[in-house]
């Protein structure tokens, strides 16, 4: 099984680019769009006149200005004038949401060269604007004021996790300390620090409590940066790297309001994961490593469960036991994640899909996994309400 035995087209990545990720003063949404869409095109060996059509996953939501941005890709060439160009909007997981709208336009045999783009500038606004545009991925916090913002309603997952399978303090500490590691490695994250388990655990005037019981260092960081990524439907000639399957996909929506989630279910990203390892005839054992949404480190434990690492309630296992570490059963966030890497919203997603790329086709440099030959994606937009899953592997 696969995409190619599926809907008997191949969806490859052929080339892709990645800027730096953190406060990038110095950049604008155009010239981050630009440079990474410049790149990817490039690595793909490929001329931009040959891009058939265009996707641009961003979020935005009131942080910047500009409220149409899908042209800004056509900056890259005067050669992509009248290319269709789409913004995709969907959360967390808009980078995401643009990958598939770029694959099933490719299935649809509307286009066989298709650049994504995922982008994001953050840090120039105040807090409270980016609190505010945040909140607007919530179905009973749109609107309103909160202290908090998106990691009070990830606490209250974790407050919920607490009374029904105990304490989770310190093994939030754990994933935050691993991903702290796995960034160091990254030339692209923004937290390139490895701040250790003691740190991680503790609250201190450096580590202080967000939201009960999230520790700063629990919680992802405001961030500017993007990622692009060229999809074909043949290898390319000239191409920088050996180009990297789509295997399955998978999408899933949740209900919005609060009421009809259980808070630990996470039944979208379920319905994602079994979706796209379906189709691509793949197990959990199967995979080499993952890239999860975690935004927020109970993020990442309940995806532990979610997934399938683990059943209900002992996520901690994964971490405690080192299976998620690199050299593990799974590997998960070699890139630092979310947490350590930084969460540009838009970009999120199309990042994940080139870092995996990267670990596929051996050329992720100090993060590459050896040996590494299928991997997963997974992004969410909101508490695991827009879900998508990819599966990639090697040629």
């Known amino acids: ?18 800027s730096r990720f953190g406060k990038l003063s110095e950049e604008t949404l155009e010239s ?30 009131g942080m910047a200005p500009l409220g149409f941005a899908s042209s800004l890709v056509l900056q890259v060439s005067d050669s992509l004038a009248n290319t269709p160009a789409t913004r995709v909007e969907n959360a967390c997981a808009s980078g995401s949401a643009a990958f598939q709208q770029g694959v099933k336009a490719l299935l649809a045999g509307t286009a066989r060269t298709v650049l994504v783009v995922g982008a994001e500038k953050m840090t120039h606004a105040p807090a409270d604007v980016v609190g505010a545009a945040l909140l607007g991925a919530d179905y009973e916090l749109a609107g309103s004021e909160s202290s908090t913002g998106f990691a ?48 991680c655990q503790t609250v201190s005037d450096k580590n202080p409590v967000v939201a009960e019981p999230l520790r700063r260092t629990d919680c992802s960081p405001v961030s500017d940066g993007a990622a692009a990524v060229v999809l074909t439907t043949q290898p390319t000639s000239g191409a920088a790297t050996a180009p990297v399957r789509l295997a399955g996909f998978g999408h899933a929506n949740d209900f919005l309001p609060a009421a009809k989630r259980d808070p630990l279910e996470f039944a979208g990203s379920v319905a994602a ?5 379906s189709m691509a005839g793949a197990g959990l054992d199967d995979l080499d490593l993952a890239e999860v949404h975690d935004c927020f480190t109970i993020a990442e434990l309940v995806l532990y469960e979610v997934m399938g690492l683990t059943p209900r309630g002992e996520g901690r296992r994964a971490i405690e036991e080192g299976w998620v570490e690199s050299g593990g059963r799974l590997p998960v966030n070699l890139s630092g994640g979310l947490k350590a890497k930084g969460h540009p919203v838009g970009a999120t997603g199309v990042s994940q899909h080139v870092l995996a790329a990267m670990q596929l086709s051996g050329t992720a440099g100090d993060m590459q996994l050896t040996g590494a030959r299928r991997a997963a994606v997974h992004n969410m937009g909101g508490l695991a309400v827009a879900n998508y899953v990819s599966v990639l592997e090697a040629l």
């Open 32 to 61: 981050l769009v630009v440079s990474v869409a410049t790149e990817a095109i490039a690595n793909a060996g490929l001329e931009p006149g040959q891009v058939d059509e265009i996707y641009l996953g961003q979020f935005n939501s």
């Open 1 to 18: 099984m696969g995409v190619r035995e599926t809907f008997g087209t191949d969806v490859l990545l052929t080339g892709w680019g990645h």
């Open 152 to 199: 009070g309603i990830f606490a209250h997952v974790a407050q919920h996790y607490e009374k029904r399978y105990g304490p989770v303090g310190d093994t939030l500490g754990l994933i935050a300390a691993k991903n702290h590691r796995n960034g160091v490695l990254n030339p692209y994250a923004q937290l390139r620090k490895d701040l250790g388990v003691e740190f």
């Open 273 to 277: 994961w079994n979706r796209a390892l």
